[in-house]
């Protein structure tokens, strides 16, 4: 199986044009060893500048998260907030249309610099966008997996640096495998937890599920313990078979199905009861997420029914946007399957 070892994001709130700087600076420096071109870091710093400003000319609220995968060389931002929203979206998406009346390129650049460009808006409610940029100009999916597409937010609290929650996904054509796991509490004692769990999923991904908790239970007991949850799918099958232990939410949500799947208690590396398997149908459209509890456990499936066929990514995004506590760290998981 590959597998990946699930990215995380950095929060950077747009309050003021110096926030802006503070993005684009990180981003440049976590590209500086890439096999990328003076022009992908170009292209890079732009789409920065144009979403930190507009953000900053328009939104309430507005954040930029960026996740730099050193694996693929690519950055993928998110840029979210709680409103307006864009009344009209394709005068927005109009190149040439700038944000605000001086030098800004807009929405139609941002997307024509972008490998990947996906926008959701809503009046009231806001705008989630995703844009991924990767060395050379071209578009299309790279990273995915073909069996999949997966988007994913994996965000720590405010104030810490390392994220206490993590998360992997392994596949093949004919399986895909996938663990979230949050470490209890949040910081370096949480990540530690979490990152040691990551790394006991990824040596053998396509291993039993029961057999990864067990073990994963054995192999955390040096640390602060984690919730978790373990799931396998069959591809052809559209079956998804998972165990859990602790509060890791599973949904599978189509436009006519809502599935809630159920975890037992129990904490990894602490105390876990026998896990049990629990199997549930992926009905055709529908799409599976995974989040951990710094996001609100029940939420209605209708807001986001209507972006079950968008860049996972924004599902996540909005998500996050929507329901999270803002009190631990934040992990959603979005997968649908290509098929
Ligand atoms: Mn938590």
Same mark, same amino acid.
């Given at each position: ?65 960026? @996740? &730099?995968?050193? =694996?693929? /060389?690519?950055?993928? +931002?998110?840029? #979210? *907030?709680?409103?307006p ?79 206490g929650?993590?998360w @992997? &996904?392994?596949? =093949?054509? /004919?399986?895909?495998? +996938?663990?979230? #796991? *949050? ?6 004692e949480?990540?530690?937890?979490s ?30 313990g ?38 037992q208690?129990?904490?990894?590396? &602490? ?7 629990a199997?549930?149908? #992926? ?17 209605k ?12 990514s924004?599902i ?9 506590r ?14």
């Amino acid at each position: 199986m590959e597998v990946i070892r699930g990215w995380t994001h950095t929060a950077f709130p747009i309050e003021d044009e110096s926030r802006i700087g503070e993005a684009r600076r990180f981003a440049a420096r976590a590209v500086e060893s890439w096999p990328w071109s003076p022009d992908d870091a170009g292209r890079l710093a732009l789409v920065i500048t144009e979403l930190g400003t507009n953000l900053l000319r328009h939104a309430v609220n507005g954040r930029l998260l960026i @996740a &730099a995968r050193a =694996d693929v /060389a690519e950055v993928e +931002l998110l840029s #979210i *907030d709680d409103g307006p929203g864009m009344d009209d979206l394709s005068t927005c998406m109009t190149d040439g249309h700038s944000s605000g009346s001086t030098a800004g390129i807009g929405m139609g650049a941002v997307k024509r610099l972008s490998n990947d460009f996906d926008i959701h808006t809503a009046t009231p409610g806001g705008t989630v966008i995703v844009a991924r940029l990767r060395a050379g100009r071209e578009t299309g999916l790279s990273a995915a997996a073909p069996v999949m597409r997966l988007g994913a937010v994996c965000l720590p609290v405010a104030g810490e640096i390392e994220c206490g929650d993590a998360w @992997a &996904a392994g596949w =093949d054509d /004919a399986r895909i495998a +996938l663990t979230i #796991i *949050d470490g209890l509490g949040h910081g370096p004692e949480a990540a530690k937890a979490s990152s040691a769990a990551v790394d006991i999923f990824a040596a053998a991904p396509g291993a039993d599920i029961q057999d990864i908790v067990q073990r994963t239970h054995v192999g955390l007991q040096a640390t602060r313990g984690a919730a978790l949850c373990v799931a396998t799918i069959d591809v052809a099958a559209r079956k998804l078979r998972y165990v859990g232990a602790g509060n890791i939410v599973g949904r599978v949500v189509s436009g006519v199905f809502d599935k809630s799947l159920v975890t037992q208690h129990g904490t990894a590396g &602490a105390q876990i009861r026998k896990p049990e398997i629990a199997d549930v149908d #992926i009905p055709e459209h529908a799409i599976v997420i995974f989040h951990s509890d710094g996001l609100a456990t029940r939420w209605k499936p209708e807001t986001i029914q209507p972006l079950l066929r968008r860049d996972p990514s924004i599902i996540a995004a909005v998500l996050l946007r929507d329901h999270s506590r803002l009190r631990d760290d934040a992990t959603v998981v979005v997968l649908r399957l290509n098929a």
